[in-house]
């Protein structure tokens, strides 16, 4: 990552004093990146666009963009773009009024006006639609309307909060391509709010993990994925099972998972957790169903009691549960012929497979 | 079936008396007589042609305005502050608003005749556009500040992120897109003060007589024909009033 472009400092935001709805972030975001801020709802992500954008004043901390305080700016001074969930489209005026409106303001040559509105209604592609009212056209255009109005001033920084929550599944997953083909072309850093996390794994360059008002991590999507920093974040974002433990000091390598045993995790994952409590997650996908032989590549095993079976076509997703604790298992490809509700399975995975997190 | 029927006999009760009415109006009875011997256009031809009527007519048209104006002046900052503003006694305040909907009219009336009496007022079209103006902002009040709870403020949002200050931004978005309901909210004001007759009765006197007080006083001293003139020409105005604002709002609020 590159320098800091937008830089979040110490950002505190409290509506009634008494309790923090964004809770003390530091945020560095790189010029041009595209960084998600995914949590659950109330968790103080649209409060931090909010601030970004001017419309509320942090209660402490500080927010700079390129080296500069924005504090003192009022939002109509910042040249930042905001994108709603609402589109937010100004119902009394044409798809090209909406989309000139800023270049209006900024007091820009008419004809200047009109060129860059066509050319950035072309790049929504709307080309057709500029002398449309908002209510003629379907929500996915308007939220194309509101898009090409938050880029044409050429924003330094689009705020876009749950823009594709108003939208169904199949026109969701076709305007996040649509999104990212912008972002590349257009290059505007971006700061993208939702609480759906296979948006932000699919679209982001980094992604922000909120919870209560805090940063939980702050990293790549697949890192988010992989290497969660703490358990909340794990079970945030994918499919998960958690086990909790203790690193079991003499012998190196292993662990002792409450409800299962000795467990063999990778020696460099056990040497950095020194704390002696932790929380050990195993993606579903990693778990396999184990025949004899393979000890050494699943030398971790348990017997699953299969509860549920969920069949997806292109996997099975294997709800149940070993010892009483539950336990999620997903197998890739046509559901295999052990497998059936109520059967006794022996499942194992590789030491690699578990990843720790250490508990305070 | 039941609820159909009743709807029915209640738009006749509604009805009705714009049917018997309307051809009354018509009549060349010298009195109320219905159905009417026979028709001509005599009776509108004295209301056009005369102070009689034609001064309350206006009378009534200056005051309403006036007291639209009034009401509006009142009622916009209000709902701004009530809708928009958390503030100590908030349901108080609106009870205060709302107070002259409950209040009898002739209550009301009496009270307006003594505090106008000592401001000198009595009798004037300023007074009666007082009165008038107050009565009308519980309406008017009830319709802006449900305008203004709708009101996406992500526009206002979207509008200064776009690079306009407050003042463009409330000439350029919020003006334009409330002003349907400003428009009902300000049709409501001039309906009730036109339509408006005891409090007029009390306070208006010979110089601001409007429309409904000569009608009354009209039918009690000489059944003129010439009022079922009078409120055929009502009806075909507020009609075409409520007509046109309806119109009005379905244009700018979209199909959707
Ligand atoms: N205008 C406001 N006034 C008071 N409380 C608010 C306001 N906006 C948000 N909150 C509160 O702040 C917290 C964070 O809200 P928000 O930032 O909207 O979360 P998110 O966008 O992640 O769902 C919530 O508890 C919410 O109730
Ligand atoms: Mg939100």
Same mark, same amino acid.
Request: charged residues 20%; glycine residues 10%; neutral net charge.
């Given at each position: 990552?590159?320098?800091?472009?937008?830089?979040?400092?110490?950002?505190?935001?409290?509506?009634?004093?008494?309790?923090?709805?964004?809770?003390?972030?530091?945020?560095?975001?790189?010029?041009?990146?595209?960084?998600?801020?995914?949590?659950?709802?109330?968790?103080?992500?649209?409060?931090?666009?909010?601030?970004?954008?001017?419309?509320?004043?942090?209660?402490?901390?500080?927010?700079?963009?390129?080296?500069?305080?924005?504090?003192?700016?009022?939002?109509?001074?910042?040249?930042?773009?905001?994108?709603?969930?609402?589109?937010?489209?100004?119902?009394?005026?044409?798809?090209?009024?909406?989309?000139?409106?800023?270049?209006?303001?900024?007091?820009?040559?008419?004809?200047?006006?009109?060129?860059?509105?066509?050319?950035?209604?072309?790049?929504?592609?709307?080309?057709?639609?500029?002398?449309?009212?908002?209510?003629?056209?379907?929500?996915?255009?308007?939220?194309?309307?509101?898009?090409?109005?938050?880029?044409?001033?050429?924003?330094?920084?689009?705020?876009?909060?749950?823009?594709?929550?108003?939208?169904?599944?199949?026109?969701?997953?076709?305007?996040?391509?649509?999104?990212?083909?912008?972002?590349?072309?257009?290059?505007?850093?971006?700061?993208?709010?939702?609480?759906?996390?296979?948006?932000?794994?699919?679209?982001?360059?980094?992604?922000?993990?909120?919870?209560?008002?805090?940063?939980?991590?702050?990293?790549?999507?697949?890192?988010?994925?992989?290497?969660?920093?703490?358990?909340?974040?794990?079970?945030?974002?994918?499919?998960?099972?958690?086990?909790?433990?203790?690193?079991?000091?003499?012998?190196?390598?292993?662990?002792?998972?409450?409800?299962?045993?000795?467990?063999?995790?990778?020696?460099?994952?056990?040497?950095?957790?020194?704390?002696?409590?932790?929380?050990?997650?195993?993606?579903?996908?990693?778990?396999?169903?184990?025949?004899?032989?393979?000890?050494?590549?699943?030398?971790?095993?348990?017997?699953?009691?299969?509860?549920?079976?969920?069949?997806?076509?292109?996997?099975?997703?294997?709800?149940?549960?070993?010892?009483?604790?539950?336990?999620?298992?997903?197998?890739?490809?046509?559901?295999?012929?052990?497998?059936?509700?109520?059967?006794?399975?022996?499942?194992?995975?590789?030491?690699?497979?578990?990843?720790?997190?250490?508990?305070? | 079936?039941?609820?159909?029927?009743?709807?029915?006999?209640?738009?006749?009760?509604?009805?009705?008396?714009?049917?018997?009415?309307?051809?009354?109006?018509?009549?060349?009875?010298?009195?109320?007589?219905?159905?009417?011997?026979?028709?001509?256009?005599?009776?509108?031809?004295?209301?056009?042609?005369?102070?009689?009527?034609?001064?309350?007519?206006?009378?009534?048209?200056?005051?309403?305005?006036?007291?639209?104006?009034?009401?509006?002046?009142?009622?916009?900052?209000?709902?701004?502050?009530?809708?928009?503003?958390?503030?100590?006694?908030?349901?108080?305040?609106?009870?205060?608003?709302?107070?002259?909907?409950?209040?009898?009219?002739?209550? @009301?009336?009496?009270?307006?005749?003594?505090?106008?009496?000592?401001?000198?007022?009595?009798?004037?079209?300023?007074?009666?556009?007082?009165?008038?103006?107050?009565?009308?902002?519980?309406?008017?009040?009830?319709?802006?500040?449900?305008?203004?709870?709708?009101?996406?403020?992500?526009?206002?949002?979207?509008?200064?992120?776009?690079?306009?200050?407050?003042?463009?931004?409330?000439?350029?978005?919020?003006?334009?897109?409330?002003?349907?309901?400003?428009?009902?909210?300000?049709?409501?004001?001039?309906? @009730?003060?036109?339509?408006?007759?005891?409090?007029?009765?009390?306070?208006?006197?010979?110089?601001?007589?409007?429309?409904?007080?000569?009608?009354?006083?009209?039918?009690?001293?000489? @059944?003129?024909?010439?009022?079922?003139?009078?409120?055929?020409?009502?009806?075909?105005?507020?009609?075409?009033?409520?007509?046109?604002?309806?119109?009005?709002?379905?244009?700018?609020?979209?199909?959707?």
């Amino acid at each position: 990552m590159g320098a800091a472009y937008l830089k979040l400092t110490g950002l505190v935001k409290s509506y009634d004093g008494r309790t923090n709805a964004v809770d003390g972030i530091d945020l560095d975001v790189a010029r041009g990146e595209f960084v998600t801020l995914l949590g659950p709802s109330g968790s103080g992500k649209t409060t931090t666009l909010m601030m970004i954008a001017g419309f509320e004043e942090p209660t402490r901390g500080s927010i700079e963009l390129d080296g500069e305080d924005l504090g003192r700016r009022k939002p109509y001074e910042r040249n930042i773009g905001v994108v709603f969930q609402s589109y937010a489209l100004f119902p009394h005026m044409t798809v090209a009024k909406n989309v000139a409106f800023p270049l209006r303001m900024r007091r820009f040559p008419a004809a200047r006006q009109a060129s860059r509105v066509r050319e950035i209604l072309d790049l929504v592609e709307l080309g057709s639609f500029a002398d449309k009212y908002p209510r003629e056209l379907s929500g996915g255009q308007q939220q194309r309307v509101a898009l090409a109005r938050g880029l044409v001033f050429n924003p330094d920084v689009l705020l876009l909060d749950e823009p594709l929550g108003a939208l169904d599944k199949s026109l969701r997953e076709q305007m996040q391509v649509e999104l990212k083909r912008i972002h590349r072309e257009v290059g505007v850093t971006m700061l993208y709010v939702t609480h759906d996390q296979t948006e932000a794994m699919t679209m982001s360059d980094r992604i922000a993990v909120f919870n209560g008002g805090a940063l939980e991590q702050v990293a790549p999507p697949l890192e988010v994925y992989h290497r969660p920093r703490t358990r909340f974040v794990g079970e945030f974002i994918g499919d998960s099972n958690f086990f909790s433990g203790r690193r079991d000091g003499e012998r190196p390598g292993l662990v002792l998972l409450d409800g299962i045993g000795a467990h063999r995790v990778a020696r460099a994952a056990w040497d950095e957790i020194a704390g002696s409590t932790v929380d050990v997650l195993i993606r579903p996908e990693r778990i396999q169903l184990a025949g004899e032989g393979d000890e050494a590549r699943l030398p971790n095993r348990v017997s699953m009691k299969v509860g549920v079976i969920v069949n997806y076509g292109d996997s099975v997703l294997v709800i149940g549960e070993t010892d009483g604790h539950p336990l999620r298992m997903r197998i890739a490809g046509a559901q295999p012929d052990a497998i059936r509700e109520g059967a006794t399975v022996t499942v194992g995975w590789g030491p690699a497979d578990a990843h720790l997190i250490r508990r305070d | 079936m039941l609820v159909v029927v009743v709807a029915l006999v209640v738009a006749l009760f509604l009805v009705a008396p714009i049917l018997i009415v309307v051809p009354m109006s018509f009549s060349t009875a010298i009195s109320f007589q219905f159905p009417p011997p026979g028709y001509w256009l005599g009776y509108y031809v004295r209301y056009f042609t005369g102070t009689e009527w034609l001064e309350p007519t206006l009378n009534s048209v200056v005051i309403a305005l006036g007291a639209t104006g009034l009401t509006m002046a009142l009622v916009v900052p209000a709902s701004f502050g009530y809708v928009r503003f958390r503030f100590r006694g908030k349901s108080f305040v609106n009870l205060l608003i709302m107070a002259p909907l409950v209040v009898p009219h002739v209550v @009301s009336a009496l009270a307006y005749y003594g505090f106008l009496a000592r401001l000198r007022l009595n009798g004037t079209h300023l007074g009666v556009i007082v009165a008038h103006g107050v009565l009308a902002v519980p309406l008017a009040f009830l319709v802006i500040t449900a305008t203004l709870k709708g009101f996406d403020r992500n526009l206002e949002r979207a509008a200064m992120s776009s690079g306009a200050g407050p003042l463009a931004t409330f000439f350029h978005v919020t003006l334009p897109v409330l002003r349907p309901g400003m428009l009902v909210g300000a049709l409501f004001a001039f309906l @009730s003060s036109f339509n408006e007759a005891v409090v007029a009765l009390f306070i208006a006197g010979r110089g601001a007589a409007t429309l409904p007080k000569k009608m009354y006083e009209s039918i009690r001293l000489e @059944s003129d024909p010439v009022i079922a003139v009078v409120s055929t020409l009502l009806v075909t105005t507020v009609a075409i009033g409520v007509l046109v604002s309806v119109l009005a709002r379905g244009r700018e609020s979209g199909a959707a």
